[in-house]
């Protein structure tokens, strides 16, 4: 049978990374696109092709997780055999500003998503497989480390509880209709697509633009918070691997290494020859109600019975994005030196947001660097 894949969030990081990887496999991708007055498709650009064009496999489509009816139609349509549900308000820090929303979008709108492909099955008889995007972020004030598949989950924020109740969710349509419902509960996975206002990119972004001239200072949080990041490359292969198996499952997916958020800066400002000191600053506006200290994964179950590893460590990573967010730095350089206008990086229109969650004014303090 032909592979169809069906993904939500093709637009975001990891859809552009799985599009990627499916197209090469063979599979002919659809993807759910969210209508808004700016194109958003600038991570699958590189791969989409006139539809007039011969052998078109990546087909996107207008829909929403919020908009039930336009999933139903868009599965009808596209008869998906595997349904990757990567869309989400993925922001933590966001989440506290927008917690409705952000429980509409991934609790409801993966409830959505669950019941149109067990009504299309069923009517249908076709099956099809279904991936859950969950989080590491519900282990949240975690009860053991490393935390595995079997670890209770202390969700720290509107956006780690909505993904309970969408990793809850899926576990019970597995269970109660036999559904092909498996969840990769995923540890931080970053890369040079990653959005622009989670804190690794943030820093690389800055570190490359502060190198060239373009950005004098780095306004941070929280340096102590401390993460297993890997590289998304190697995650969505683990997404893959998960829908191919028997049986549908949970898999936690991370290296088993962890770092602190100053280790990363440390190691982007040092690959740049930068000092820290002279240019990173603390700003309350970036901490969190509630933090998630510390996250790190178990990732045995995936070894043993996918054959997964992680390919890349922390200070590869951040070199990575670095060295190409300083590529990005150098075209902006250049338009500059050519007498036009750059946008401002997202970061700091973000920064503009307000009221703060704490309502403090960003401060100017220099960053304690020691470690
Ligand atoms: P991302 O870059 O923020 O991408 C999110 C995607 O969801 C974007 O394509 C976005 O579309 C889409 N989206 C948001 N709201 C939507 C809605 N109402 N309807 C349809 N699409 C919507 O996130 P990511 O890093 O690729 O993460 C992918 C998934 O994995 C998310 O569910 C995230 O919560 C989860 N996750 C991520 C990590 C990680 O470290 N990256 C770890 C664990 C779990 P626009 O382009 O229009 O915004
Ligand atoms: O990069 P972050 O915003 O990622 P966070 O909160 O860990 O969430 C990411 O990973 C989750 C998996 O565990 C995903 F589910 C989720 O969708 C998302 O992809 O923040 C990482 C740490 C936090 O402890 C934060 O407090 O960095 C700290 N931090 C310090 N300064 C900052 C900043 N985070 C951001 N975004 N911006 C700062 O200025």
């Not at 908009?67 to 349904?83: H, N």
């Not at 918070?225 to 898999?251: I, N, S």
Request: proline letters at 5%; glycine letters at 6%.
């Amino acid at each position: 049978m032909d592979k169809v894949a069906l993904i939500t969030g093709i637009t975001g990081q990891d859809g552009s990374y799985l599009t990627e990887l499916l197209l090469q496999k063979g599979y002919s991708v659809h993807g759910i696109v969210r209508r808004s007055s700016v194109f958003t498709t600038e991570r699958i650009d590189h791969l989409y092709r006139d539809r007039h064009e011969d052998d078109v496999r990546l087909h996107l489509h207008y829909g929403d997780l919020l908009d039930a009816i336009s999933l139903r139609r868009t599965i009808g349509e596209v008869k998906p055999t595997e349904v990757y549900n990567l869309a989400a308000q993925s922001h933590v820090r966001t989440s506290f500003d927008q917690p409705v929303y952000t429980a509409e979008v991934i609790a409801l709108g993966t409830l959505h998503l669950l019941e149109a492909i067990r009504d299309y099955r069923d009517t249908q008889q076709r099956d099809v497989r279904f991936y859950q995007a969950s989080s590491s972020e519900m282990f949240g004030r975690v009860k053991e480390t490393p935390q595995s598949e079997t670890t209770p989950f202390y969700p720290r924020s509107p956006y780690a509880c909505a993904k309970v109740h969408a990793h809850w969710q899926t576990i019970n349509h597995r269970e109660a209709y036999d559904l092909f419902a498996t969840t990769g509960i995923l540890f931080n996975h970053e890369s040079p697509r990653r959005g622009e206002t989670f804190v690794t990119r943030k820093i690389t972004r800055a570190a490359a633009r502060i190198k060239l001239g373009l950005q004098s200072e780095l306004y941070l949080g929280n340096l102590d918070a401390k993460r297993d990041w890997g590289f998304t490359g190697d995650y969505v292969q683990a997404m893959w691997l998960m829908l191919q198996q028997d049986e549908p499952d949970d898999y936690v997916i991370a290296t088993g290494q962890c770092h602190t958020v100053r280790e990363f800066l440390i190691e982007a400002f040092n690959h740049l020859g930068l000092e820290i000191e002279r240019y990173v600053r603390f700003d309350p506006r970036y901490l969190r109600p509630t933090e998630v200290d510390l996250l790190q994964g178990d990732a045995r179950k995936a070894r043993e019975r996918l054959g997964w590893t992680p390919t890349v460590t922390m200070p590869q990573l951040c070199r990575m994005m670095v060295d190409a967010d300083l590529k990005l730095a150098e075209q902006e350089r250049a338009l500059v030196n050519a007498g036009h206008c750059i946008p401002q990086p997202c970061e700091s229109i973000e920064s503009q947001f307000g009221p703060s969650i704490i309502g403090a004014p960003p401060v100017r303090e220099p960053i304690p660097v020691g470690p």
